[in-house]
T-cell receptor, first 109, second 113 residues
Framework: RKEVEQDPGPFNVPEGATVAFNCTYS??????FFWYRQDCRKEPKLLMS???SGNEDGRFTAQLNRASQYISLLIRDSKLSDSATYLCVVNQAGTALIFGKGTTLSVSS | DTAVSQTPKYLVTQMGNDKSIKCEQNLGHDTMYWYKQDSKKFLKIMFS???????INETVPNRFSPKSPDKAHLNLHINSLELGDSAVYFC????????????FGEGSRLTVL
C-alpha cells in the first residue's frame, strides 16, 4: 500500500465550479499534512498546511480526519489559473516530506 | 535572485555515462534534499543533508552519490547512467529537519538515451 494515495484524475471542471480532492495516508504516526501545487513542467510549491480543526485560505479549504487518515482539499469558484496538479503531502518524524502522486485539475472557460 | 538554483536545467546523455547536477540555495537553510520525479509524476525522496551531514538515504542505487561541500550546496553525481534514470531531479531546501515547507529548485530534466 502506498504511503500517500490520491485519485489522479484528471478533474475537468468549468470555471466557477466547486471541486474536492481526497487523499489517504497509511502511517498513523504522520504528524504534519500539506497540500502542494505543481504547475505543468514546474516545481512544486506549498499551497497550504492542513490542521486538525480544518482551515481555509480564500477559496481553498483543507480538512484532516486523523481517525480515518484522510485529508481533503476543497476549491470553490474555480478559476482558469487553478489548473494544476495538487499534491497531498505528509510528514513523519525523522523523514522528509512524502508526496502523493497528485490529482490533476483542469478548469475550462 | 533565485532562491534554489539547479544546473543544468536539461541534460541529454547516453547510457553508461557519468553526469552531475549541481544545486545551490541562498536562503540560509540548514537542510537540503534531492527528489526524483519519474514519468508517472511520482515525486520521491532520494537524499537529505542537514548542515552537510547525510540524514536521509532512501533505497537508491549506489550509482547515485550526493555531496554537500557546504550547507548551501548539494550536488548529485550519477555513475553508469541507465534508461530508468530518466526523470526530473528536484533539489529543495528547508530551514531545518521536519520543516513544513520545502523550497524547490526548477528541476533538472535528465534524459538517458
Amino acid at each position: 500500500r502506498k504511503e500517500v494515495e490520491q485519485d489522479p484524475g484528471p478533474f475537468n471542471v468549468p470555471e466557477g465550479a466547486t471541486v474536492a480532492f481526497n487523499c489517504t495516508y497509511s502511517n498513523s504516526a504522520s504528524q504534519s499534512f500539506f497540500w502542494y501545487r505543481q504547475d505543468c513542467r514546474k516545481e512544486p510549491k506549498l499551497l497550504m498546511s492542513v490542521y486538525s480543526s480544518g482551515n481555509e485560505d480564500g477559496r481553498f479549504t483543507a480538512q484532516l480526519n486523523r481517525a480515518s487518515q484522510y485529508i481533503s482539499l476543497l476549491i470553490r469558484d474555480s478559476k482558469l489559473s487553478d489548473s494544476a496538479t495538487y499534491l497531498c503531502v505528509v510528514n513523519q518524524a525523522g523523514t522528509a516530506l512524502i508526496f502523493g502522486k497528485g490529482t490533476t485539475l483542469s478548469v475550462s472557460s | 535572485d533565485t532562491a534554489v538554483s539547479q544546473t543544468p536545467k536539461y541534460l541529454v546523455t547516453q547510457m553508461g555515462n557519468d553526469k552531475s547536477i549541481k544545486c545551490e540555495q541562498n536562503l540560509g537553510h540548514d537542510t537540503m534534499y534531492w527528489y526524483k520525479q519519474d514519468s508517472k509524476k511520482f515525486l520521491k525522496i532520494m537524499f537529505s543533508y542537514n548542515n552537510k551531514e547525510l540524514i536521509i538515504n532512501e533505497t537508491v542505487p549506489n550509482r547515485f552519490s550526493p555531496k554537500s561541500p557546504d550547507k548551501a550546496h548539494l550536488n548529485l553525481h550519477i555513475n553508469s547512467l541507465e534508461l530508468g534514470d530518466s526523470a526530473v531531479y528536484f533539489c529543495a531546501s528547508s530551514p531545518g529537519q521536519g520543516a513544513r515547507e520545502l523550497f524547490f529548485g526548477e528541476g533538472s530534466r535528465l534524459t538517458v538515451l
